[in-house]
């Protein structure tokens, strides 16, 4: 058993020092995620990696809610989550009226014809990953390993413990059905 799986057994038993000895071997794969991750939002994106990491982080280890991971990959399943939700929190709020609602920064000599921002891309995603979650839950776990945290289907096989050709199969199942979706929604 790895050192991570270990701190992650300490943590579900609320041994209140295990997360602090968790972040340290975690934090540059989570950095990684966060990185790889904003790297396909818009520019003039206002979160940074360490903060997305540390959010999804303190989310994680919650000493309210006990968490129980199986596994390493269980555990990074749970952090693409965690990230996720923070991403698609932050492009509701920053769509808010309260923040601006729908205006957006244009240089004046780039004004083009009015098209989808990359949070309201974001946005319409998470809804139809909803339903997605809802009708095959099982399927929506590979897309959120491979979008989210930017797993291999090898990786995101073995996360989810079934074999590459089925994470595979799911993963072209739901490219195709979210595609529907967006197209049908938009």
Not at 19 to 38: D, H, S
Not at 54 to 69: F, I
Request: hydrophobic residues 40%; proline residues 4%.
């Amino acid at each position: 058993m790895s050192d991570v799986t270990q701190i992650l057994s300490r943590i579900e038993t609320g041994d209140p020092s295990a997360a602090e000895q968790l972040l340290p071997l975690v934090y540059e794969e989570l950095r990684k995620l966060a990185t790889a991750r904003l790297a396909l939002e818009a520019s003039g994106q206002s979160l940074q990696p360490t903060l997305l990491v540390h959010e999804a982080y303190v989310r994680l280890v919650d000493v309210d809610v006990r968490p129980h991971w199986n596994s390493r990959g269980h555990f990074f399943g749970a952090a693409a989550e965690a990230m996720r939700r923070l991403l698609v929190e932050h492009a509701r709020r920053k769509r808010s009226q309260k923040h601006g609602g729908k205006m957006q920064r244009v240089e004046l000599d780039a004004i083009h014809p009015q098209i989808p921002t990359r949070d309201d891309e974001l946005i319409a995603l998470d809804e139809a990953l909803s339903r997605l979650d809802e009708k095959w839950p099982e399927k929506a776990k590979v897309v959120k390993l491979r979008y989210f945290a930017g797993f291999t289907i090898p990786e995101a096989a073995e996360a989810l413990g079934i074999s590459q050709a089925t994470a595979e199969r799911y993963w072209s199942f739901c490219k195709t059905w979210l595609l529907t979706e967006l197209k049908n929604n938009s």
